[in-house]
């Protein structure tokens, strides 16, 4: 139906009866999502007296690491002139950095005899106003400038005060150092068509900003930009918006820069500007009539490993333009695969950024488990154009906001593109700032124009507990009396409103809802027969965790063994996980983990079968598990239940690998399954991965299957001799081996069996250049995960701190080293001087808590020594 009038949103009794019915599976998806985002929320700094110039004290919400002051409101940004310069060049040595300036247009709100604005490791040595811009030629003497550090702050002491309802100009000249840690504005090394090579790009989210520039670095602060990059004129410079002039420019010393100036921006929060100046290659379509453009380094380019990202970026944008019924505002768009982005992606409006296993797909991969994970990112990150760019939230507590619908309209972007694997429409807050309750109204108004489907509270009320304190609950059940009660998990004071799907004995029961600390559901009482049971939380579509009593547990395992596929086998992944996580918090003893697991010779789901490993086996403690007495054990419990399954894939390896091209479950979890198999011993999987290795030795132009490649390349090597090392070896310095192929070869070179090979490792990488600092950590950490390469790693970096030191002591690098140290009861904590060879500088200690599933006996304790060259 039409509106009837005036402004607002009218929908028929059916229609809101079916958009009730499909806003309640997303209000369930939005309360997991709201777990995982929740902050204690609190209102706005109230604006302080004009009197007193410095900022308001800091609120939760912020990000770790970021500091808590807000700024006061005395002023607003309405506009950005910013000039970048990164002064690096093709073949430059350190040191590295960057200059640049700003002019700011604000608005004054309230008289002020002070500017506070955000800044952070920055050298500022100029500052001016000009104003009030309704007088030409006026000027505001700034008297002081002063940097606060702590605050990350930057404050202009003023000689006369600004006066609201005036716009004035704030001109800022700075310079800084470009870092390599992946944050603010920072320099990245990397290999390309047989070169060395060097690209700055940045990572603003969600507070570094103010490392590149000084700005109101909030994300409710928002304004325009016009943005200048001088750059190498071999380079080229991307910003959130398109080019329109190449210039050049001669500095000090004559040399020639250009200068690329980009065209106004939209309205937005300084966390979504972005820059990158690089010399990578592209490729580019027009979707309707806007241009999107992939960059990647040029041999990646070359191979076509971009071209899958361009053929699903288009359709997946006008698949989102049609579902919000709002167009794409910005006229371009460009994605860059950069070689080392700790982020993983960043949604830069209008310039988004990748790691490149997020972007890159290699044309030979048949499988579409990779594609799946590509086309996933891209549509999360192309939601945040819309959630998170055009509608931004007001403060960082409201993250969960635009990440949780960003998560949830990811599977929607890519199963349009992906088939394998309609909400209603507003504009209503773009190029503005919205917090949760906006959405909460606007759910609520859907909710009350049916009366099919009822909550048991407002919309608002039951978000509120959701999103208003951290945390899940776990609810205990007591299927005797019909008892569930709640509390928060690891703490018993905080309680939510609750959602409680459930079955009795295989049959779906109606929604019920735990709106107290403890409520009895007769309906939930069960009878004496061993064969009535209850689940609760089916399919997991709720975020808690479920304590099942004894008896109930009981039940539940004499069904599994019986019959698995009673239960469905998202709710067995669930069983499982809860009680793995119930086991380690100490809610329950392991033995009725186990319990529930003796079925598992009856499982052939790979995504159930992963729970159990990644409990059972964590990666971390993999090297150091077969020293503990639980191995042989362990191993016995595991490969009797794991060999049908295993050998049913195996045979598909062997035999017809691509008939697992549309198995999704398998590209994501048989890794993992296929490594810990290798790692239990099973000799068909040792003898698996060296007849796949030596099919790739005796021809390089073979492809093992990628689903298992890691596994295949690190026990082939393991079986094998240094004739298998150095295959790897040479294979790792082709030039068009991608940086996941590269990484996996680096692991690979560590599994081998010979000491003398990990020393060869280690040396080899501290004596190539070719080697980046990622690179670095990476090795040590592969070489220390090993059975036999913990203490050669420990002795290899203590013999060589000082190189190690002088090479790499401007870019972190951190290496953990863990050991069970035995002390008597009562005894002082073991001294530095007690455990390591030689005194080094830049080194921490630090005593971690004894963990059950960690292989250090009582009488021992885990002693991470962390190795920090900065």
Known sequence: MGARGGSGLYVG?????????????????????AALYGRCRHPPPPARPAATP??????????????????????????????????????????????????????????????????????????????????????????????????????????????????????????????????????????????????????????????VFPCFDEPDMKATFNIRIVHDPSYVALSNMPAIDVSEMKDENGSLWSVTTFNTSLKMSTYLTAFVVCDFDYVNTTE????????????????????YALNITGPIFSFLEDLFNISYPLPKTDLVALPDFGAGAMENWGLMTFEESALLYLPSDKF??????????????????????????????????????????????????????????????????????????????????????????????IMDSWTRQNGFPVLTFNITTGTISQEKFHNKNNTWIVPISWMRNGSSQPLMWLDNSSKVFPEMQVSESEYDWILLNVNLSGYYRVNYDQLNLKRLVHLLENDPKAIPAVSRFQLLDDIFALTWSGYIEIEAALELTKYLAREN????????????????????????EVYPLLKKYLLKRMLPIYHYYAGFIRKNVDALEGDYFAQVYLEKFFATACWLGLQDCLDLSSELYTKWMDNPEYKIPFLIRRTVCCYGVAVGSDKEWDFAWEMYKLNDSTTEDKDILLSAMSCAKESWLLHRSLHYWLSDTQFSSNCTANILEYVVSKDNGHRIAWE???????????????????????????????????????????NMSNLSIAKGKRKSHLPCRQSTIILAITLTCT
């Open 368 to 461: 579409t488990g990779r594609k799946m994970i590509i086309a996933l990112i891209v549509s999360h990150e192309l939601a945040h154009q819309w959630f998170g760019n055009l509608v931004t939230m007001t403060w960082w507590n409201d993250l969960w906001l635009k990440e949780g619908l960003a998560s949830y309209l990811e599977h929607l972007g890519a199963t349009f593109v992906e088939p394998k694997l309609s909400l209603v429409s507003s504009s209503e807050f773009a190029f503005s700032n919205a917090n949760q309750d906006d959405l909460w109204i606007h759910i609520q108004l859907i909710v009350d124009a049916q009366d099919e489907v009822q909550l048991p509270a407002s919309v608002k009320k």
């Open 13 to 33: 009794r059916g229609t809101a009866a079916l958009l009730a019915a499909l806003l309640l599976s997303l209000l369930a998806a939005l309360l997991a999502l």
């Open 54 to 211: 410095g900022p308001d004290p800091g609120v939760p919400g912020a990000p770790t690491g970021v500091s808590l002051r807000r700024l006061p409101r005395h002023l607003l940004p309405v506009h950005y002139e910013l000039e970048l310069w990164p002064r690096v060049r093709p073949g430059q040595e350190d040191p590295f950095g960057f200059s640049g300036q700003v002019n700011i247009t604000v608005r004054c709100r309230r008289d002020t005899r002070s500017v506070v604005l955000h800044s952070a490791g920055l050298k500022s040595h100029r500052a001016a106003i000009r104003g009030p811009l309704i007088q030409t030629g006026a000027a505001v003497e700034v008297e002081a400038l002063r940097l606060e550090e702590e605050g990350e702050l930057a404050v202009l002491e003023l000689s006369e005060p600004l006066l609201a309802g005036q716009r004035y100009v704030l001109q800022l000249s700075f310079h800084g150092r470009l870092r390599e840690d992946r944050e603010g504005l920072f320099l990245t090394r990397y290999t390309d068509l047989g070169c060395s090579s060097m690209l700055v790009a940045s990572q603003l989210e969600p507070a570094y900003a103010r490392t």
């Open 605 to 628: 789901e790979l995504f159930v079968w992963n729970v159990v490993l990644v409990n059972l086996v964590p990666d971390n403690v993999e090297s150091t598990l077969k020293n503990y």
């Open 796 to 838: 290899f970096v203590t013999k060589n701190w000082s190189l190690l030191s002088e090479r790499y002591g401007n870019q972190p690098v951190m290496i953990s080293f863990y050991f069970c140290v035995s002390f008597a009861p009562g005894a002082n904590f073991p001294s530095r001087d007690n455990i390591l060879e030689q």
């Open 288 to 307: 309707r009539g806007k241009e999107i453009r992939i960059w990647a380094r040029k041999e990646a380019v070359k191979n076509g490993y971009v071209d």
